[in-house]
């Protein structure tokens, strides 16, 4: 399955799963990464399905440098293409 867009089949509860102790429970789901949400959308609706209260998401994660040599005290790494200081381009008005 591509979870390039939310689907209510994209997870599921595993057969062993107690739903009468799921059902009402206030859930948090977690995830490590997030690019369209859409897995986190599909596992939301699995736990939903099982009768879960999910209140949200959170998803926590770190970048790290393709740069190793940026850990050396005084070495910049290239600006970042998206924050750097052409990421405005020519035409800035900041």
Known sequence: MHHLQADRHGFELAPDVDREWLRGRLTLVFNDSLVTG???????EALRSGGACVIGALVVGRVISPYPEASVVGFRSPPD???G?????PFSLG
């Open 38 to 44: 859409a897995r986190v959308q599909s596992a939301v």
């Open 81 to 83: 293409v998206r924050t």
């Open 85 to 89: 200081p052409s990421a405005a381009g």
